[in-house]
Structures are given as C-alpha cells and as structure tokens.
C-alpha cells in the first residue's frame, strides 16, 4: 500500500478491523510485533528542519528509530483505560517522554508538563498530574493519553481508533481537541477508524483499506459525494442514521442468514393475549444508590452516596422494544442490572408480568429467584469478557439449560445447534472456543445464550458499540429480524441514539440517574425536548460533508448538569422534578416549581 | 497510610492472642504430657520411679492446674520474656533457643536473598526470551531444582564436599567456635559455612519464583500500555524495568508473607540432615517428646513471623501500587 500524508494535513485511514489499519501504524512507528517483519517498501518520514528518514530502513532497536519514537511521530490508542500503566501517576508518564528526548531540569518538566496537560484540557492540571489513571474517568485518560503523545510536539500523530472506546459525547470532545491542538502544534495526523462519521468530521484525505491492500484513496470531498469502490459504498449503507425511512434495513456488507423455526412455536400465541394485556414491566419510583468505601473506623461521616438510579418510573409493553441512551455513568447499567435482579433497588417495586402472572421482583428470593431467571436473558458490551474462554461453545450454550435442569445431554446438543442456527452460525462451531471466533460472532452466541432458555425479555447492555459498522449493522438486523420473529420485549441500552433509533419503538433518555425525556422514537428524534437530549443528538458525527459535528455546542456547554440547563428543565440536585406532557405518549422531565408558574 | 499502618498494628495483637490460645490447645491435645513420657521411658529401661515425686514435679510445673490457667500462665509469662521450662534440657526455654533463633534468622535472610539475587535476572531473562533455547535450558534446570526434595540436595552436597574438596560442611561454624563467645572470627566462620545450607534450602524456592515471575512477566509484557511506554521511545531495558516488571512484583512482594515461616519450617529437615544449629531440630525433637513450653515459643514465634511477615507485606504493596492505596478515595 502506499500514500502520502503532508505536514499539518490530516489522513484518514478507513476500514474494518483486521484490514491492516493498525499494523500500517506499528510500522511507522516501528513497532511490529515480533513476528511481523516489512519485507519492501519505503516509509519516508520528513521531519521539519531534516533530513528525510527511511523508517522501513532503520532497525526498530536503533538509537535514530528511538529519537523519532514519541519524539517526531507519536500515537494515541484505542483503549484509554489500559493504555496507561496503572502502577505510575499521570504526571510520571507524561514527563517521562520529554525526560527521554529533551535535555531540561526536572522542574522545567513538570511545568511543560502541567501546561501540556491544560492544553489537553484538564481543569486542574496540577492535581492530575499527582492523579493515577485509575482515578480518571476514559474521556480524561484519552486527554491524558493525547497529553503524553505531543508533549514533544511531534511534526506527526498517529490516532488509532482514539474515540471507539468513548461515550458519543466524550467522542465529540476529543476530536475537537485533536482538531484544534493540530492547528496549534501544527503537525499532521494520521487517523485511524472505521467510523465514516468520525472521518467526515476530520480528514482531509483518506484512504480505504480492506485485507490490507487499498481499496480506494483521494480526497474525502471526492469519497464522501462520489464513492466509486463498491466497499466503501458498502461501508456507508451499514451506518445508521436518523433519516432512515420506516422499514429501510441497514446493509451489512455480509449479510447473514438465520434460521428461527425451531422457536417460532408460541409466539403467535402470546402476541394475541400480550398486546391487550397489562405492560410487561412496570417499573414504580425505582431508587438505587452507591455508598463510597467508608474510611474509617472511628471517624463516621455522613456516607457518601451516589445516587445511581434515582425514582425512575417506566412501563414497558409486551412485544414492544424500548432504547434507553444516555453517556456512560448515568446509571443504564445500574438499571438493566435491578430489572435482572442482580442487584436489589433501595426503594421502589418492579414488576414483571410473566403472561398473566405478576412477579414482584423485590420479594423475589432463591429458588423462585433462580427459577424467575428464565424469563429474562442479557446480552453485554464486550463479547470478550462475556464468554468464559475456557468453555467450548456448546458449554456456553448448554449452562443455562444445565442450570434449570432441562432435556439431557443430547436435546441440549441439539438445542445448541438451532440456537446457533438462530443467529445464523453453522453448528460447526459447537466445538471451538471463543478466542478462535471474531467479535461478531461472538456477540452473536452471546445473543444465543440469551435466547437458550426462551426469555420473554431480553435486556442488550450496549451490544453493538465495542463492533466494527458492518459488523454492528449484521447484528443490529439480526437483533431486529428477532424481535419480530420471536416477538420478545427488549430493552435496549446505547450511548448512541442513531443506533437506538435502528431498533427500538420507544426511546427513555438517561440523564445522572434519572429518565429525562420518553416518547415514540419520532418524537424524541424529530422533536427533542430536552437541553440533554439535543446536546446527545448533537454529539453524534454523520458521515456527511455537510452536516459536521457543531463543536462549540458540545465543549462549551455543560449539557449534563441539571443545573445548567435553561428553564424549565434546569433544577438544583435535591429540587423536585416531574413529568410534563408536551405530545401523546411524549413526557418530559422539568423542576417542580415551574409547573406552579 | 499512617493511620492504616497503625490500625494493623493493633490488630495483630488480637490476631497473636487466638494464635496463642489455638497452639496452646494443639501441643495440649496429645494425650498425656511430658512427665508421663519421661516415666514411660525410665520404666521401659526398667527404673522404678516414685509417684510420689513425679507428682511433686507435677505441681512444681503447674501441669496439675486446670487448662486456662496453665494457659494464662504461659501466655503472661511471654509478654516479659519468660517462654516456660523446657523439660528435656532441664534449662529456661529462653537459654535453649538463645543462639540458634538468631542464626535461624541469619540463614532464612541470606536464603531470601540468595533466591531474590538469582530468580529475578533469570525470570526477566525467560520471560523475554521466551521459547529460546536459553529458555528451555534454564526451565530445565528450575523444574529439576523444584522437584529435588532439599535434604536429598543436602546429602549429595555433603557427599561431594567431602569428597572432592575434603571438607566437612556440615554445622554453622568451625568446632572451635561452638560454645565460644561471639567474635569477629566467629563470624567469619558463620559465613564460610552458610552458603551450602542456603543453596540447599534456597534452590527449590528459587526455581518456584523463577517460573512465577516468568509467568507474570509474560501476561504483563503483551499489555497495551507497555506499546504505550514504546512509542513514547522508551529504551527497552528501562522499559522492561519501569513498567512490565514493577505491575508483576505485586505476586512477589504479596508473597514475603508467607515466604519467611515457611523458609523457616522447611529448612528444618535440611537443618537436621546439615546439622546446623537452627531451631528446625530443637523444634522437631521437642514434639516429639511433648516438650509443651519450648515447642509452644517455637510455634509462637513462627506465628508472629508470619503475621510481621504478612503486614509488612501489605504495607509494601499499599507503598508499591496506587490502586491498593487510593482505591476508595484519597487518604
């Protein structure tokens, strides 16, 4: 492959994962694995005021290839939180890489490093220069990560996939720092992604890689109106976006084929008696919070409690799907975790109609706990941790059935093969373990464990955000073909509302523990109500030239703290809030005491 | 931290006290006590003994008392110093021991150094190399240390000694110095004579930590933020140093609290086989006799190396990792 970055330019390289983005970037830097060598080729690396370098050239272990490493070129990652090491505070790594190339006092250290860190846009460098990265937050790391990269101020910055990690809005942040710290610093920027959206907002060229070879390179004026490649006009139909017509699929560059039959038995059945029936779950002034370590024995403070979910009220028809967007720490996960009963709500009453019957599930405990499991499956974020690498597949599929004690040996086997059938992997899978799998196929078992017993809900924590576009636009079909075959409820929790919008009927917006606005995935799409929900919508980059991200909106504004909100959605923490009907079905959260104005 | 520090001082005084009461109860729990073994032993070489005297001893010793009490006995008379009797040596519990728990202390060191001073370059060195014929050939070499049982190390080591290098390595000193006062020349001797017992005592511990900190290293090595610390240009050794090898001595230093009683009771056999002077065979013999005062001192100072050895333990790892320190806020 070849192409041409030039100084204070930025290039995009675009394409799935395992298309070679990654070790293109390990070769500038030098960094290949051990068992990666560059058999040909030249990587002309010009920095300003010298002599053009051959990198391909140089010997990953010379002393020319260590001044250029962190120096002239440095890189950014794609997971901030163990991209740092845990063990040394922020300021140590940071410093560390101007104590290596430039020849100053210590104390001159720590001052370019703390107003490196301001730049950055950290509000107290001075204290996150102490901080370990474990007391940060991943937008923080990230900032932290872009502070350690250019404080030698590098003539180039690789970012690779800086923003996949990230929340939507933290995402938005971060571009815009990258972008206005390249025109401070002058250097160009070699970005790395598979988020079109991402390189709409960015790149003044791209390139578009797939199996390592490039598909298509030039201008992303020229890309964006014209795509000639037929993948990267793939790559764009498999992104979701909010002018989607009603019906109108995503187009995954593969499709994937599955079969559901063996399933299918009772759902006519139990759409005829649900649609009529009491909502399947009902949720009533739910409360939960988090007390922070005590720290002492003598000395009792009043606790500290983070309130994690804080009296949140919802309905959830049978049969119906309901996204549920906010940004990381707002409590989705918190709540997705009381619907399931691993954890116990402070106060408040869910409950679930299982076809008629009314479970209280606070009351419910051990054997009629572990029985009530059945009827609610979860699908996680991270396909790798999800499922335990030591287990075959068919292990994996089988424990849930071995749990409740259903058929033997061989109906579980065969149970196994439809599973996989229903999310469209063949049954030779049975047998290998989940390293040897891709993420989206491991996602997409993850999926079958949910379903093995047969839920009636099923709650997807944020299933598509650690996958690839097109591979995020297989499993949101295949999530959605489900859904109607099946007829399952879902709740369906995303920092994303593009995605949200793909799949669900209705849409709750998260904000610090509470819902602050619901309604009709219309209504909160065409007509957002609320300061948060815009400030959310606004933070989502389109792959479209004309439509780019409005940074001011998203930096400058405080679109997270109740208090800065406008009237009459701002309130004070302990203030009362209530709902207010702005449409059918459409509710809004405002401060209590300007329904009495 | 200082607060931390302080709050487990004192809770190992409770900790001590079960202990103390829980070994109490164990050397209590053979039936019978000293005296009754020493008179089946005088009859079985057909010497008449007088009940009368031997109940005589028995008062004089307490060991007619009810159990808490001769408990409450023993366990004050630690806190100023005063270990009980030793029946056997027919002397204070306090002399017996004297000398040997000091070159015990001097052995478990220089074997706790010995395995740190040769684990760590080799460990670092497999871990890097891993698959590399100098890999394989010094795993070889760990895995026939590990699977050696010491005193067997011991005997070919005495064997060979003597052999090809004519000399005796058996004891701590030269015989001269046995019952000499502590001098200069003493010391030196003590030296001379260590390295045997702490290669023989060290090498299977060492072999451990050898594949440990290999195993550690190498889950380490592959971590983002040591591509990290690389693209920031960092040379590779001081790389190896500052980042890789500081996350993965947490197993290590998590370990000292169970390295030292156990370098302690295991170098026992070898103590007996060397016949070093040491605690190990006074320890072993006063079980056997149901020499309840010294084998008590014995375990209870086992019991306090082992808490001292656990806290500062602790404290190392607070001190080493920030996550430990400052998980749930700032001190």
């Given at each position: 492959m070849s192409f041409t970055l030039w100084p204070g330019q930025t290039l995009a390289l675009v394409g799935e994962s395992g298309s070679g983005k990654t070790v293109t970037a390990q070769a500038i830097l030098g960094i290949l694995p051990t068992n990666a060598r560059i058999t040909g080729g030249q990587i002309l690396f010009t920095p300003p005021n010298r002599q053009t370098v051959d990198i391909a050239q140089l010997s990953p272990k010379s002393r020319d290839m260590h001044d250029i490493r962190g120096n002239q070129i440095s890189i950014i990652f794609q997971e901030p939180m163990v991209s740092l090491s845990p063990m040394h505070s922020i300021g140590n790594q940071i410093s560390e890489a101007i104590r290596l190339h430039r020849d100053i006092p210590k104390s001159e250290e720590k001052k370019l490093t703390i107003e490196m860190l301001e730049l950055a846009g950290f509000a107290h460098p001075e204290q996150a220069f102490n901080a370990y990265p474990f007391e940060l937050s991943g937008g923080l790391r990230q900032r932290a990560m872009i502070a350690m990269a250019l404080i030698c101020h590098p003539s180039l910055l690789i970012a690779d996939e800086p923003t996949t990690a990230l929340d939507v809005t933290v995402q938005a942040q971060i571009l815009h720092l990258i972008k206005s710290l390249q025109s401070k610093l002058e250097m160009a920027v070699l970005l790395i992604t598979h988020d079109l959206g991402v390189v709409a907002n960015m790149a003044d060229e791209m390139v578009v890689m797939y199996h390592g070879e490039v598909m298509e390179s030039g201008s992303s004026q020229a890309l964006f109106r014209t795509p000639q490649h037929p993948y990267l006009k793939g790559l764009f139909s498999a992104v979701p976006h909010f002018d989607m017509k009603p019906g109108e699929r995503l187009k995954p560059l593969r499709e994937i084929k599955h079969e559901s039959k063996p399933f299918r038995h009772?759902?006519?059945?139990?759409?005829?008696?649900?649609?009529?029936?009491e909502p399947h779950l009902?949720?009533?002034?739910?409360?939960?919070?988090?007390?922070?370590?005590?720290?002492?024995w003598f000395n009792r403070e009043p606790k500290q409690t983070t309130k994690a979910v804080q009296d949140l009220s919802l309905d959830i028809a049978v049969g119906e799907s309901f996204g549920l967007v906010g940004e990381s720490?707002?409590?989705?996960?918190?709540?997705?975790?009381?619907?399931?009963?691993?954890?116990?709500?402070d106060s408040g009453s869910?409950?679930?109609?299982?076809?008629?019957?009314?479970?209280?599930?606070?009351?419910l405990q051990g054997e009629a706990l572990r029985a009530f499991r059945r009827h609610i499956g979860m699908v996680f974020q991270d396909p790798h941790g999800a499922l335990n690498p030591r287990m075959t597949i068919l292990n994996i599929l089988r424990e849930p059935m071995i749990i409740h004690n259903l058929g033997n040996e061989a109906t579980q086997r065969k149970r196994a093969e439809d599973l996989l059938a229903l999310v469209g992997l063949s049954s030779r899978f049975l047998n290998r373990y989940p390293h040897s799998l891709s993420g989206g196929q491991r996602q997409r078992v993850s999926i079958a464990r949910a379903l093995a017993l047969e839920p009636e809900l099923l709650i997807l924590d944020e299933p598509v955000s650690a996958l690839d576009v097109s591979v995020q636009a297989q499993v949101l079909n295949l999530l959605k073909d489900l859904q109607q075959e099946l007829g399952i409820t879902y709740i369906f929790i995303s920092h994303n509302i593009a995605v949200v919008d793909y799949i669900a009927d209705r849409i709750g917006v998260m904000c610090r523990g509470r819902l602050v606005e619901v309604g009709h995935r219309e209504q909160i799409l065409r007509q957002p109500a609320h300061p948060y929900t815009q400030a959310l919508m606004a933070a989502i980059p389109y792959p479209d030239l004309d439509r780019t991200l409005d940074f001011k909106l998203i930096t400058e504004s405080n679109y997270s703290d109740p208090a800065c909100w406008p009237a009459p959605f701002g309130h004070a923490l302990d203030q009362h809030t209530q709902w207010k009907q702005i449409a059918d079905a459409h509710l809004v959260r405002v401060a209590e005491a300007e329904m009495g104005a | 931290m200082a607060y931390y520090i302080g709050r487990r001082l004192l809770l190992m005084i409770p900790t001590l006290?079960?202990?103390?009461?829980?070994?109490?109860v164990i050397i209590q729990l053979p039936p019978g006590d000293y005296l009754e073994s020493y008179v089946a032993e005088l009859e079985s070489q057909g010497e008449s003994v007088d009940p009368a005297q031997i109940a005589a001893l028995r008062h004089q010793y307490g060991l007619d008392e009810p159990f808490l009490i001769q408990y409450t006995t023993w366990a004050t008379g630690m806190l100023h110093g005063d270990f009980g009797y030793s029946f056997e040596y027919g002397l204070p519990v306090t002399d017996v021991v004297g000398d040997r728990l000091f070159l015990t202390v001097i052995v478990s060191l220089f074997t706790i150094v010995f395995t740190w001073l040769i684990a760590f370059p080799i460990g670092m060195y497999t871990a890097t190399h891993q698959y590399s014929w100098g890999d394989y050939g010094l795993t070889l070499l760990g895995f026939l240390g590990l699977a050696t049982p010491n005193f067997l190390l011991a005997l070919v080591m005495l064997y060979f000694a003597n052999v090809t290098f004519g000399i005796s390595i058996g004891g701590l000193m030269d015989p001269e110095y046995l019952d000499a006062q502590w001098s200069w020349d003493k010391l030196m001797s003590i030296l001379q004579h260590l390295w045997i017992p702490v290669i023989v005592i060290g090498t299977s511990g060492t072999a451990a930590m050898i594949r440990r900190l290999r195993a550690n290293l190498l889950d380490e090595l592959h971590k983002p933020y040591v591509v990290t610390a690389r693209a920031k240009g960092v040379p590779p050794f001081r790389l190896l140093v500052k980042y890789p090898l500081r996350v993965s001595l947490n197993f290590f230093v998590a370990d000292v609290g169970s390295m030292l009683p156990s370098i302690i009771s295991g170098a026992e056999i070898v103590a007996v086989v060397l016949s070093l002077p040491t605690t190990g065979p006074i320890l072993i013999?006063?079980?056997?006799?149901?020499?309840?005062?010294?084998?008590?001192?014995?375990?209870?100072?086992?019991?306090?190396?082992?808490v001292i050895g656990v806290l500062v333990s602790d404290i190392a790892l607070a001190l080493l990792d920030p996550r430990i320190r400052l998980e749930g806020g700032r001190m």
């Open positions: 009772d759902a006519p059945a139990r759409e005829k008696a649900a649609v009529s029936a009902s949720i009533r002034n739910l409360c939960k919070g988090y007390t922070a370590r005590k720290q002492s720490g707002c409590g989705k996960t918190t709540l997705s975790k009381l619907l399931m009963g691993a954890i116990k709500p869910i409950t679930y109609n299982a076809r008629g019957s009314q479970f209280d599930m606070s009351t | 006290i079960v202990i103390s009461f829980i070994i109490f013999s006063a079980l056997q006799s149901q020499d309840m005062y010294l084998a008590g001192s014995f375990l209870m100072f086992l019991a306090l190396l082992t």
